[in-house]
């Protein structure tokens, strides 16, 4: 069984990277003077950028059982992820500015701002041991502190925003179902590994973010 399930998520760890790759290209090949186009194709290939520092380990470990040898890998990984996903949530933020033609948003840019550094900075931090199997549980939650509400702000702009394009009416609801997901891998995935599963449902919320993007 727990090869079954290896095998099944080295398959789709493929298919995302594969997928999300190709809609970023699009985006970006087919941006021409559309700013928010063109920002969504950097947003994608971060995305998809950073993501591969974690998955391609992640996948070499599931084929060869290698934990010690891959360990590094997988820790590093984890580290660029983290801040790729956060400059995911600072382009998205303005993504949604551009195309809601929002203004007198200064203060509410400020924050998000402040929040993606501080997040960035926590993940700098050594105290995290990014490289242990067993990270300590107290610096994953800080450093997720303000990722959280950088994404909640985020998720809260898009919902205000629902109705003035309707192909992005439902962002907000995709961005919270991403942290729904997200945070009990946080909680629990050194107590419990197979938690870690749900990772698989939040990248098909980022998915679908492209997906949505796609519309620009």
Request: charged share 15%.
């Amino acid at each position: 069984m727990k090869r079954v399930f290896g095998t099944v998520e080295v398959i789709f760890d493929i298919s995302y990277l594969i997928t999300a790759s190709i809609l970023g290209f699009i985006l970006l090949l087919s941006s021409f003077s559309n700013h928010a186009r063109f920002l969504s194709s950097i947003m994608a290939l971060i995305l998809v950028g950073g993501d591969a520092f974690h998955l391609i380990p992640r996948i070499m470990l599931i084929r060869t059982g290698k934990e010690i040898e891959l360990r590094k890998k997988l820790g590093r990984g984890k580290q660029i992820t983290s801040i790729s996903m956060t400059l995911f949530y600072l382009i998205l933020w303005h993504i949604g500015v551009l195309i809601f033609s929002s203004n007198n948003m200064v203060i509410y840019s400020y924050t998000i701002y402040i929040l993606a550094i501080i997040r960035i900075v926590l993940c700098f931090m050594p105290q995290n041991k990014w490289e242990e199997r067993y990270p300590p549980l107290f610096w994953g939650i800080i450093r997720n502190i303000p990722f959280l509400i950088q994404g909640m702000l985020v998720a809260y702009f898009y919902f205000i925003n629902r109705g003035i394009k309707a192909e992005f009416s439902l962002m907000w609801f995709a961005i919270i179902i991403s942290f729904a997901f997200y945070i009990p891998v946080v909680l629990f995935s050194n107590k419990n590994s197979k938690i870690g599963m749900l990772m698989l449902f939040k990248t098909c919320s980022y998915l679908w973010m492209l997906v949505m993007c796609m519309s620009l």
